[in-house]
T-cell receptor, first 116, second 112 residues
Framework: AQTVTQSQPEMSVQEAETVTLSCTYD???????LFWYKQPPSRQMILVIR??????QNATENRFSVNFQKAAKSFSLKISDSQLGDTAMYFC?????????????FGKGTRLSVIA | EAGVTQSPTHLIKTRGQQATLRCSPI?????VYWYQQALGLGLQFLLW???????NRGNFPPRFSGRQFPNYSSELNVNALELEDSALYLC???????????FGSGTRLTVV
């Protein structure tokens, strides 16, 4: 079974600074997808960024980028120019297989606080 | 386009009662997923429905059940409620699973 580990339960960052959230996963699959979701106090889970394992290029979405190290099974999220609205729980998630026949597996999350 | 909608927003039940939670997916999405988010435990996968069939089930007792209707909406039923069932229940839908899921805002279930 796949597992996702987020080793940082809580983190804080000053506004406008850069922060990196860590995620490691364990799988024997060769084809899979990785995701970062954000859950603000409103409870709505929002997809931040996704990465296909077969792509070597790291995904980027505006201020959000990932560092995908397939051999190390590591998938960290970097938030640049942090904003107060980035305060939220961040969840790393894994999906096995090209067809996606297994559900998303989530880590336990990292609570990020952006401080003015 | 309307997102994933869940009802009710909050639900308070007494131990031993039954709870019914409802979810309407995004139009065109045929898959519905249910997750339990208990404090400190992240999101735990409960059930996956697609085209009216149960496709996968997480490690939860049989008193957690559900169904998907012809219009792809879904309901989650929890029988014989226990205090530890208190959690946020999130529903999600997808069209192509490898694109990720779109989540609703959840139902907060409190068992007293």
């Amino acid at each position: 079974a796949q597992t996702v580990t987020q080793s940082q339960p809580e983190m804080s960052v000053q506004e406008a600074e850069t922060v990196t959230l860590s995620c490691t996963y364990d799988t024997s699959e060769s084809n899979y997808y990785l995701f970062w979701y954000k859950q603000p106090p409103s409870r709505q889970m929002i997809l931040v960024i996704r990465q296909e394992a077969y792509k070597q290029q790291n995904a980027t979405e505006n201020r959000f980028s990932v560092n995908f190290q397939k051999a190390a099974k590591s998938f960290s999220l970097k938030i640049s120019d942090s904003q107060l609205g980035d305060t939220a729980m961040y969840f790393c998630a894994f999906m096995a297989g090209i067809s996606g026949n297994t559900p998303l597996v989530f880590g336990k999350g990292t609570r990020l606080s952006v401080i003015a | 386009e309307a997102g994933v909608t869940q009802s009710p927003t909050h639900l308070i039940k007494t131990r031993g009662q039954q709870a019914t939670l409802r979810c309407s997916p995004i139009s065109g999405h045929t898959s519905v997923y249910w997750y339990q988010q208990a404090l400190g435990l992240g999101l735990q996968f409960l059930l996956w429905y697609d085209e009216g069939e149960e496709r996968n089930r997480g490690n939860f007792p049989p008193r957690f059940s559900g169904r998907q209707f012809p219009n792809y909406s879904s309901e989650l039923n929890v029988n014989a409620l226990e205090l530890e069932d208190s959690a946020l229940y999130l529903c999600a839908s997808s069209e192509a699973t490898f694109e990720g899921y779109t989540f609703g805002s959840g139902t907060r279930l409190t068992v007293v």
